[in-house]
């Protein structure tokens, strides 16, 4: 089965709202299963729970089938939703336009080249997919 996997924020912003229906759209069109992924940053002190991302998410877009939540604990947050997309085998990941900055520079520290697509395809067997 493939399988999407979408970083949000918490509490969810626009930005957030927008690459999440992305990753919707992708899912649907992929007859995909959906993981809605969340990053507590260890420095922040603050622990989001899998039940309050999942409330926001239905609160925003209704109820999901075929769909996965998790919360994961991290100092960076690219370098979690790496790890993340690795151990759930994902087919296509879906970041939002402001993401891909900070991306660049987690993939310039590991391999020194900014090509995040080739990267992910490369090492991950990932696609990437930009929403808005």
Known sequence: MTRVV???RYP??????RTLRRAIEVAEQEEADLSVLHVNLYQNGRQ??????KSAVESTVGSLPRVRY???EG???EETILNEVAAEHADVVVIGRKQVGRWRSTVRRLIGDPDIESFLKEELDC???TAD
């Open 127 to 129: 696609r990437v997919v």
């Open 12 to 17: 969810l912003s626009a930005h957030s709202k």
């Open 6 to 8: 979408v970083p949000v």
């Open 70 to 72: 998790a919360v994961r």
């Open 48 to 53: 989001v729970t899998r039940r309050d991302l």
């Open 75 to 77: 100092f960076l947050v």
